[in-house]
């Protein structure tokens, strides 16, 4: 498993997979674990699952105010194939995000 924290106007990072986790495969649903909030630097009240799936999950800040964040969205359409439009503001990925991936 790989964790990629994406932050707007920076490179990605690798952060720690421990304690994070995939939707459970037997009812596809998410958890939010403890360690989430960290690379995306929010309280837990404030995670957002923006999509998940047997092999990929991504978090975001909710209603996030922050910069439109490019990287993020290019990484989310890889895994997830929900693309995104930078120009539309209601369809764009802003602040930092967390993909993780098998």
């Given at each position: 498993?790989?964790?990629?924290?994406?932050?707007?106007?920076?490179?990605?990072q690798r952060v720690s997979v421990e304690g994070l986790s995939l939707p459970d495969p037997a009812t596809g649903l998410a958890a939010?674990?403890?360690?989430?909030?960290?690379?995306?630097?929010?309280?837990?009240?404030?995670?957002?699952?923006?999509?998940?799936?047997?092999?990929?999950?991504?978090?975001?800040?909710?209603?996030?105010?922050?910069?439109?964040?490019?990287?993020?969205?290019?990484?989310?359409?890889?895994?997830?194939?929900?693309?995104?439009?930078?120009?539309?503001?209601?369809?764009?990925?802003?602040?930092?995000?967390?993909?993780?991936?098998?």
């Amino acid at each position: 498993m790989n964790a990629t924290s994406y932050l707007p106007h920076q490179n990605p990072q690798r952060v720690s997979v421990e304690g994070l986790s995939l939707p459970d495969p037997a009812t596809g649903l998410a958890a939010v674990p403890e360690q989430v909030p960290v690379p995306i630097g929010c309280s837990r009240d404030l995670v957002d699952v923006l999509v998940r799936g047997p092999r990929y999950m991504a978090y975001s800040v909710f209603d996030c105010e922050e910069p439109v964040n490019e990287a993020a969205m290019a990484a989310v359409t890889e895994v997830s194939g929900v693309e995104f439009d930078p120009g539309d503001e209601d369809a764009a990925l802003c602040g930092p995000v967390l993909v993780i991936t098998h």
